[in-house]
């Protein structure tokens, strides 16, 4: 994510990916990097990137909609779009530094809503609900990623702020949290330095959440009541400077981990192998799965979005128990 100049936030993940559009650093091309002959199976050699628009000031948390279009936050230009397949793209909301966004199950853009420091629900006509903004009093942080859990609760993350100096503010604890259809929110765990991008294996028992300052993306087993416990390191993305951090995550079917990081998009088996990474040539902040059959990955890289087929089937939280 990037963070709004209003508040002068400045969060790691996005210190990070600033300094990796920055005119400093080196150009870069699209390459498929197996690690793994598994990596093969997830996506063809001949895979191809498209680049479906550009022109964008920082991209951020896409959501495909099965009309033909997605949903993009741009963070510089403080607004979603909806951006269709021939580039083409319309305002859907004008809104200080949106960050992460996902459908619920009754189809409501959900947004994090940075300068609100809100999780908010988007309706079709540009207006805004705010669905929480407060944990035991105290305004978030600035929410940063957010999905629907196995429960059809929204799960998010929401780092610290970092104040200009002289500025002095009250706040909760980072970390991840967990919103029910009542409103009620509840802090799962506290135990990152930078909470960022967040998922769930598709069976629902284990939880995924990367920390962009510690670089590296954390497992946790999920209880009935959506608590989280036995939290360990699951994969560590390390790279060199302005290549990136762990940001947005989604995972497919077979429950294969596909995190943004160093250079690309690094993608990981269930147990914690690391297939391959697909580099991209702008600096990816997240993604997600659209067109018929969810087989095509759309990432948001800094000012383009593109898209990769693949040979995996996506796994999509809010159609998992639609029926």
Known sequence: MRT????GWLLCAGF????????QAPAREFALKAESPKFWDLIDHDARLHKVATGFGFTEGPVWDERGFLYVSDEDQNKIFRVY???????AISLGDPDGNTYDRARRLIDCASVLRAIIAVTPEGKYTVLADKFEGKKFNSPNDVIVGPDGALYFTDPTLDLVKGETQEIPFQGVYRLDDKGDVR????????PNGLAFSPDGKRFYVDDSKQRNVRVYDVK????LTDGRIFAT???GPHEGVPDGMRVDQAGNLYVTGPKGIWVWGPEGHHLGTIEMPEQPANLTWGDPGYQTLYITATTSIYALQTKAHGFVPYLAHKH
């Open 85 to 91: 397949e021939d580039g083409r793209k319309e305002e």
């Open 237 to 239: 993305e390390v790279g």
């Open 16 to 23: 990070f990916l600033q300094a990796e559009a920055s005119p």
């Open 187 to 194: 802090l799962l765990t506290k135990d990152l330095s930078q």
């Open 224 to 227: 009935s009541d959506g608590s």
């Open 4 to 7: 709004s100049p209003v508040f």
